[in-house]
């Protein structure tokens, strides 16, 4: 059904893509996957001929069960009626993807219309079946949401059912479950293995989890630097890796039975002639006594009084948290957990109960608003929207250094701005440049030591690794783990990766539904689950097969 022939992508003399070569058969499943920049994405989108004006693209892409159609030299309308129908995508960043003006349905529909010739009527009863089928229930709700009143997990299976909508030959999946939860996540996994086998269309499944590509390709290509490392039955590929690139991209990432070591990165595993992991340094926890946060039964209520669709979001929560811990907060989409978050940070009034930080109400220390920022901070879980795109990451440092600290001179901020970069492993030449000239681990790293500015005593991680491949997110969690033992600083750590969570976390709390359904050590949580909606969580953690 595809064949692709020399591929190559140039960016002037850089080359993205570098001679890439592979063919797919009908029903097939094919994994990719990589580091950040090896060339992922930019392969689907050469597919797609979606690539950038400024991009050379050479080699042949066929396409069709005859392999009648040479992507490359199609026109962009005959390219139009192929894409959407033959061809569909799935995009990583889903609200990004989806207009934010329209609703679901009013988006939706149109897929359908545009590619079938039927009623406003009937697309309307074709996208309900497909809402339905990715477990968006009720479908009237989601029919009539826009896509910033949804979580990132909604809007991720928003994308997968427009994807499906027009019955595709080929289905093209960039990190197509990166927001979402491991039950979620399974989810979807068994829904795209059955479209697979049961339409019998041919699937890229493009992603940085190695476990999760495990459970549903039939083979798998490996990445680096634009060029193909290697391309193996995915059995044989995951316990039996011939290269050592392949070798470290299956260590890099903590697994359930992981113990708390230092994370080796990409370059310790390649560089080593003989790696042992077990000879890396243990992770340090000092946790002490004294109760930094408390929260006591929580209520954060959306919606007016008299309104219908009144949702509570938190319901009646209450943990503490010690100075020195990293408590590891986990749960599925919509299950209230970044509204807690910001709830902690009072971003969003609580509706009842009572936040105490250092014992003192929090309302009385968010009136100073200066001082309450040297108390908690937070990594939010896409670096880029957090940061401005058209100022610099010097000027956006020393931004966040003069505030805190006015009678600085513009020296002295520089010389505090450099520090941070070394601080969080970025040399001085990052100063000068753009969000955009970065990759998605030296954003991320960047928007770590902006929180650290304020010398806070608490740092919220909402998913703050999520959208990174293994070896950076290995990195950045070593990071993290550093600056927590050097800085004295404690954690509250969110993420729908509950293997990162067990890895980072001294105690874990899982939520549903508003509600924190269990809350105690990680490994004993982990070990023998209490609540039954806890133990369905754990048993949908993706693991090697």
């Not at 689907?44 to 392999?67: D, R, Y």
């Not at 192929?82 to 995508?89: C, D, L, T």
Request: with cysteine; proline share 4%.
């Amino acid at each position: 059904m595809l064949r692709i022939s020399n591929l190559t992508v140039q960016f002037n003399t850089f080359k993205a893509i570098d001679n890439l070569s592979f063919s797919l058969l009908k029903g097939e499943i094919l994994g990719i996957v990589g580091e950040s920049g090896s060339g992922k994405s930019l392969t689907a989108l050469s597919i797609m001929q979606l690539l950038p004006p400024n991009a050379f693209q050479s080699g042949k892409i066929e396409f069709g069960e005859q392999l009648e159609s040479d992507l490359s030299l199609l026109s962009e309308l005959e390219m139009q009626k192929i894409r959407g129908n033959e061809i569909a995508m799935i995009f990583q960043d889903p609200l990004s993807a989806l207009n934010s003006s329209q609703t679901i349905g009013c988006q939706m529909t149109e897929s359908v219309r545009v590619h079938q010739n039927v009623s406003k009527k009937e697309a309307q009863k074709q996208v309900f079946t497909l809402l339905e089928k990715v477990k968006l229930d009720p479908p009237t709700r989601f029919f009539k949401s826009y896509p910033f009143q949804l979580s990132g997990g909604q809007r991720q299976r928003i994308l997968i059912a427009m994807a499906l909508s027009n019955s595709p030959k080929l289905l093209i999946a960039d990190e197509p479950t990166t927001a979402l939860d491991v039950t979620v996540q399974k989810e979807i996994v068994d829904l795209l293995k059955g479209l697979v086998q049961q339409e019998k269309i041919v699937m890229i499944f493009i992603s940085h989890d190695l476990a999760l590509v495990s459970q549903i390709a039939d083979s798998v290509l490996v990445m680096n630097s634009g060029k193909m490392v290697e391309k193996e039955v995915t059995s044989l590929l995951i316990s039996k890796p011939k290269e050592a690139y392949t070798k470290a991209l299956l260590k890099c990432k903590p697994t359930l039975g992981h113990e708390k070591r230092r994370l080796p990165e990409v370059s310790d595993i390649t560089n080593s002639v003989q790696f042992d992991a077990t000879q890396q340094p243990l992770v340090q926890n000092n946790i002490g006594e004294k109760e930094l946060l408390r929260v006591n039964d929580l209520q954060v209520v959306f919606g007016s009084k008299r309104a219908q669709n009144r949702v509570t979001a938190v319901d009646s929560v209450s943990f503490s948290l010690f100075q020195g811990e990293t408590l590891g907060l986990v749960g599925e989409s919509g299950c209230g957990k970044t509204t807690l978050s910001r709830a902690l940070l009072n971003l969003i009034h609580q509706t009842g109960g009572a936040i105490y930080l250092d014992a003192q109400p929090l309302d009385i220390f968010a009136k100073d608003r200066l001082q309450f920022s040297k108390e908690i901070q937070i990594i939010f879980q896409d670096p880029f929207s957090s940061l401005n795109p058209i100022i610099t990451i010097g000027k956006a440092l020393n931004e966040t250094i003069h505030i805190h600290n006015p009678k600085k001179s513009k020296q002295q901020c520089k010389t505090d701005a450099l520090h941070w970069l070394q601080k969080v492993g970025l040399d001085d030449s990052f100063y000068n440049r753009l969000p955009r000239e970065l990759s998605g681990g030296q954003r991320q790293r960047i928007v770590i030591a902006r929180a650290l500015i304020p010398e806070p005593k608490i740092l919220i991680c909402d998913e703050a690794v999520s959208a990174l491949d293994v070896s950076v997110q290995a990195r950045v969690l070593n990071l993290l783990n550093d600056l927590k033992h050097e800085l004295g600083l404690t954690y509250i750590f969110i993420s729908h990766d509950l293997a990162v969570v067990k890895y980072m976390s001294n105690r874990l709390a899982i939520m549903q539904e508003g509600k924190i359904v269990e809350i105690g050590e990680s490994e004993k949580v982990y070990k023998s689950p209490q609540n039954d909606y806890s133990k369905r969580l754990i048993n949908s953690i993706p693991e090697f097969i």
